[in-house]
């Protein structure tokens, strides 16, 4: 990452909802899943420099909300992030996330960002990175259960970077699965709107799970899940929920982000503490081996983790370099002599009452 350069070092650079949307159609939304995939890529790579700790989560009965930082020794990222299931009853997001970076040298932030986009883009970047690795080869169709805020981001990554030219589509509220249809209708993807789980599978190599529910569910059952599938299950991402049965598990090989928080949030909390799994940075890094056989099944266990946000972040900042999609936000508190922080308060008060009179 270029070295921070900041001319007035009160003004963070703040991406809001308006200019990602912008930021996104300008580039391309394929563009976007590539760059962020690309930087995920990088940052796994060299994942034994972050920090890494299980995200700090703070639950409730109706949800949960996730603060999960890290740091690769030069510049520090965070997220703010929620999950409440129920929200969409009310008409609001089950999930909603912002996140900055920071430059570690001196800690001033250097971004601030809206990431509910982003984080339905850089979740499906990370599920079709993963993918590339343990998918089988040529896999053509994709299940997509669940038609929600992540489906479309899902379809379009896998097509993108795993060239997925089928997907399937079921969801219990067939609402979300028309909506589905309608925003995929001139992706070039061929779809299908199913009306079961078991009809969803048929013929997919590779199934995603992103459903919304804060309890144990059994979205796939075992015979569901034929010889050399890939899952990509995303729904379960928190202490008591998760979306597929146990016998699964053990039919499959297991691939995490980060292994203690995934032992948390993730399908294997259902397994004991020891079970073994394979840490996705291992496969890329060539340490260990993806995919073995065709007729093994493979499992992303994906949870979300930090490092994945602070890729994201990363392509983000890089991406509004020199584009008018951001504003300059008066975050940080700047006085001439960095000591006479009340000085420049009372400062302010007189040039306010001199303004009033
Ligand atoms: N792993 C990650 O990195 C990551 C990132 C973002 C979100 N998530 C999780 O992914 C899930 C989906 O997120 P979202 O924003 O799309 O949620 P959403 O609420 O917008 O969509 C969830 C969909 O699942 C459907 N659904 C619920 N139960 C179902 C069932 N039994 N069978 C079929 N469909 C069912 C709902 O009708 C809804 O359309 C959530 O659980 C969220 O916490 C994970």
Redesign the pocket.
Known sequence: MAKFHRDTLNLVPFVSVDNMMKLILHIGVDEVMAGIAKAIEEDFVRWELFDKTPRVASHSNEGVIELMPTSDGEVYGFKY?N?H?K??KDGM???TAFGLLADVANGYPVLLSEMTIL??L??AA??AVAAKYLAPKNAKTMAI???????EFQALAFKKICGIENVRL????P??TEKAMFNLQNSGLNLTSCST?EDCVAGAEIIT?????KQY???LTDNMVGSGMHIN??????PG?T?LHKDILYRSEIFTEFTPQTRIEGEIQQLPDDYEVTELWEVMSGQKEGRKAEGQITLFD????AV?DFSALRFIYQAIQGTQFYEDLDMLADPDDPRDLYGMVQRAAKQNMTAAE
């Open positions: 992030v999950g299931p929200n969409t997001q089950t999930v984080t339905a850089r979740t990370m599920s259960i669940g038609n929600g805020a992540q489906c079921y969801d219990t509220d609402k979300a789980g799970t992103c459903t919304a529910d569910a059994t979205i299950a995303i729904g379960g991402d928190c929920k979306e994906s949870v979300g983790f994945e």
